[in-house]
């Protein structure tokens, strides 16, 4: 099992947000690359995607949802502040520069991001310790599972 340096109760808040500390332990490699081939994204960003497993943190500041991702093998950080329905400028960890609008949809945050002409849709949903990310663009889907750490 993964362990994180601090614990992290995971849980949806009476506000129906997803917050926690998570992992990634599982996910459909195939599938993703063919969805960031699809998009565009190189094959350095590719390779990455095949071999890290980031850690990502949700919280709630007042309004904004905060999503901290890091890759400590790595020693990469990135922190951004998200509301809800509000369409933003991102950064990715990865570093694209994408546009980016967040929903609450049936007790998931639902994230749509346009990168090179194309939007790839992320459904965050906690399901007791665990974070189940489902990616789609077009009639590619793919699934990662994060544990709670």
């Not at 990455?48 to 991702?69: M, Q, R, W």
Request: one cysteine or more.
């Amino acid at each position: 099992m993964i362990q994180c340096a601090s614990h992290y109760l995971c849980r949806f808040q009476a506000e129906n947000m997803v917050s926690g500390k998570f992992q990634l332990v599982d996910s459909d490699e195939a599938n993703m690359d063919q969805i960031l081939a699809a998009l565009g994204a190189s094959d350095a960003i590719r390779q990455l995607n095949k071999t890290v497993k980031p850690i990502f943190e949700y919280s709630k500041d007042g309004e904004d949802y905060v999503a901290k991702a890091s890759v400590p093998a790595m020693g990469k950080e990135h922190v951004h502040k998200f509301r809800l329905n509000v369409e933003q400028d991102e950064t990715t960890l990865d570093g694209r520069k994408v546009k980016s609008t967040y929903q609450l949809v049936d007790k998931a945050i639902v994230k749509s991001e346009v990168w090179n002409g194309k939007t790839v849709t992320y459904k965050f949903k906690v399901t007791g310790d665990e974070l189940v990310t489902v990616v789609t663009l077009g009639d590619l889907v793919a699934t990662r599972k994060y544990t709670a750490c």
